[in-house]
């Protein structure tokens, strides 16, 4: 895949992540209207587009795709696990800066950003995938994401019944069961769907432009570690899937995912969980801002 191409694919996605910063530095947005649309992207317009990918395309997946993506997960996130095990101890730092680190291994932006970068890469087909894929980010960010950042006890069995994750078990059950309802229910929900794109990155805009300029910066560990986010764990994930029977579209869907930048939810949670948001401002503004040259470049070099 050429890295120019990929590029400008990029580009067309930053456009409208510098949309949101320049409306939230304009006045237009702020941090209520944040939490609005964040509110409208989790609970409708995100779950209608995972649906959607289902019953708008020509044909369901095989079910042999579907469970190699299934078990393309399961690798996904065991290496994911390696390096929040890992990393934390090799780079140190506070207590507080470790939670800080384990969420950046554990918790790419397979949401806001990856959606967009797998259709843009990849077509309107790779939505299913990449829904699947993040499947158990759904479950796990904002059950493990607290206690990692906060260290704190407070769990709820709602956080896991999401619209999200109910929308990516229902999307896997109607592709399993090869069932098919009236195009009508596909067409409302892929209209509503369509909404979540330039709004999910105009929102992740808005959401960096709220920091503070002198938080934005960090240190050696930062860039260290935004390296390991950015680059070298898509390597090893493509390391380990290449020499398996693994389908190339999916395999190209998880290895980009996995070369996406921290998740803008770990920024919220710091905030509600009393961790480091110093830290995780820096982490998130750096991956983002590098990840415009980096994912171009993972899909040139290892797909």
Not at 70 to 75: G, M, N, P, Q
Request: net charge neutral; glycine share 10%.
């Amino acid at each position: 895949m050429s890295f120019f191409d990929t590029f400008s694919q990029m580009l067309v996605i930053l456009s409208a992540i510098v949309v949101g910063f320049a409306a939230n530095r304009m006045g237009v947005l702020d941090s209520h209207a944040n939490q609005r649309i964040s509110q409208l992207l989790l609970n409708f317009t995100t779950p209608a587009l995972i649906v959607a990918a289902v019953l708008t395309g020509e044909t369901l997946p095989a079910l042999g795709e579907i469970l190699s993506v299934l078990k393309v997960s399961v690798i996904f996130y065991g290496v994911e696990l390696l390096f929040i095990l890992t990393m934390p101890r090799v780079v140190g730092g506070t207590p507080g800066q470790q939670g800080v680190w384990r969420y950046t291994m554990g918790f790419p932006n397979v949401g806001y950003i990856g959606y967009p970068v797998a259709v843009a890469l990849f077509g309107q087909g790779a939505l299913f995938y990449a829904a699947i894929l993040a499947l158990p980010f759904n479950l796990l960010t904002f059950t493990l994401g607290p206690l990692m950042l906060g260290g704190g006890t407070r769990f709820h069995w709602k956080q896991v019944a999401s619209p999200c994750t109910c929308a990516s078990v229902l999307a896997l059950f109607l592709a399993l069961a090869r069932l098919r309802p009236p195009a009508l229910i596909g067409e409302m929900l892929d209209f509503v769907g369509d909404l979540t794109v330039p709004l999910a990155l105009v929102l992740v805009g808005s959401l960096l432009a709220g920091l503070p300029m002198k938080r934005m910066l960090g240190g050696v560990r930062v860039c260290v570690l935004s390296v390991v986010r950015l680059l070298v764990m898509p390597a090893v994930l493509w390391l380990v899937l290449r020499n398996l029977s693994i389908d190339p579209l999916v395999m190209g869907i998880a290895v980009t995912q996995m070369a996406m930048p921290t998740a803008i939810n770990g920024t919220l949670l710091c905030m509600a969980y009393g961790g480091d948001s110093d830290a995780m401002a820096q982490i998130t503004f750096i991956t983002t801002l590098a990840s415009v040259v980096t994912i171009p470049l993972v899909a040139a070099l290892l797909l």
